[in-house]
């Protein structure tokens, strides 16, 4: 890769100068009381963040937080964000309570050296994410005026053609930090020549999001288990009912197309739980997918399956697994997602976990994240890289 890298600044010295860091803090939050239900994100940057402060730049972080529409929404502010991260560096954030206005001017002007500060959500502002490139230059223009250099460590946002990750580069020195450098490093190894058998599982809820990295990895892969949400579409176009189960009718006939060209690498369930509702108390039970009763939906894979998939993985020698194979937030749903996620533990290959809420999934059900080989902090971003795309914040890098 022809990336300069957090080092090679480091090399250069950042004492006493400004540098401005994208992170990826997008960290689910409880709905309720709006507490961060899983830090991963802002633990991924710390290796970053704790390499600047030791070498004394003034460090001035900035990230997107949910999908505000271009203004501020108190909802999405990364207040509680600072606060969490100050935890874990061992030192005070400063937080700017507006993204480029006059609390962000004067927050970074009195920064001292080794000091973070933090900046409000970059999406309160509508040039982040704007389509026209002359108001994400605008925008740009005021976010790069904080730094003399500038680190991309925000992995989750590389596939957005936003200002901060696609725009700043151009406008100051910039390098990749750890976390970009190690995600990258990682995947590219999947794209490369990953020793074989090779063996991919998808879950999540939606089909749509997924076809294009299907289309991709189906040449590569020497087995694809699909499970999730998404699995009761390509069962539909195998001909069964799925009664209530979530379907994307339009995509029946994308996926009996895909399924016929997949050469058997598809696995798809043979049993799933289905319930009354969805609900996390709702009366279910185990059936055949050939008998998916019309008024029940299907919330997990059964056991028959897991065990399939189970044996299946146990040869492998590469794994990547993306998305849930059931609602595993509701314990009755998560026997699924737990058993392939064992499954993939316990294989002697090397293991990429993808996405937000798959390594989610990994640390709410308590598995050990170091008995898998990666975890990403990507979830769109890492599918993207499979399907071979260019990532807009690898390609600003790169130049
Ligand atoms: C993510 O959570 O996938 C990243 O933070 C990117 O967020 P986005 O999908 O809202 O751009
Ligand atoms: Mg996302």
Redesign the pocket.
């Known amino acids: 890769m022809s990336i300069r890298t957090l080092d090679d600044l480091l090399a250069e010295g950042v004492s006493g100068r400004r540098v401005l860091v994208r992170a ?1 803090l ?1 960290v689910p939050l409880d709905k309720q009381t709006g507490a961060i239900t899983d830090d991963g ?1 802002i633990r991924a940057v710390l290796p970053t963040l704790g390499a600047l402060v030791e070498a004394g730049a003034k460090v001035v972080v900035c990230s ?1 937080l ?2 505000p529409k271009g203004a501020p929404d108190p909802q999405f502010s990364l207040g509680p964000v600072a606060g969490r991260l100050g935890e874990l560096l061992g030192a005070p954030v400063h937080f700017a309570t507006d993204t480029v206005g006059d609390s962000a001017r004067s927050t970074v002007a009195d920064l001292a050296d080794g000091q973070v500060a933090l900046l409000e959500n970059l999406r309160f502002n509508a040039g982040e994410t704007s389509k026209d490139d002359a108001e994400r230059g605008a925008f740009a223009d005021q976010l790069a005026s904080f730094g003399d250099a500038y680190v991309d460590d ?1 992995f ?2 590389v ?2 053609k ?1 200002a901060s990750v696609f725009d700043v580069p151009a406008r100051l020195p910039h390098v990749a930090g750890r976390l970009v450098l190690r995600e990258v490093e990682v995947l590219s190894k999947l794209t490369g020549d990953p020793e074989r058998p090779y063996v991919v599982v998808l879950g999540g809820s939606k089909v749509s999001d997924k076809l294009a990295v299907i289309e991709a990895l189906l040449p590569t892969v020497d087995r694809l288990l699909i499970g999730g949400g998404m699995c009761f579409t390509f069962l539909k176009a195998q001909g069964l009912e799925v009664g209530t189960s979530l379907l994307e009718k339009d995509m029946v006939e994308t996926c009996r197309n895909l399924l016929e060209r997949s050469g058997g690498k598809i696995m798809l369930p043979v049993d799933v739980v289905v319930a009354d509702a969805f609900a996390p108390d709702a009366a279910h039970d185990t059936v055949r997918v050939d008998g998916i009763p019309s008024h029940r939906l299907g919330l997990d894979i059964g056991p028959e399956t897991v065990a399939g998939f189970a044996a299946a993985l146990s040869q492998a020698k590469t794994i990547f697994w993306n998305g849930p194979m059931g609602v595993f937030e509701m314990p009755a749903f998560a026997a699924g997602t737990r058993g392939v996620a064992e499954a993939i533990t316990k294989a002697d290959a090397f293991s990429v976990v993808g ?2 809420d798959s390594a989610a999934a990994v640390r709410a059900l308590g598995l050990d994240e170091s008995s898998f080989g990666h975890i990403s902090t ?4 890492s599918l993207e890289y499979l399907e071979g795309k260019t990532l807009p914040g690898i390609a600003a890098l790169e130049n």
């Open positions: 990826d997008n994100r997107h949910g999908r925000a989750g946002a596939h957005r936003h996405g937000g990507g979830g769109g971003a």
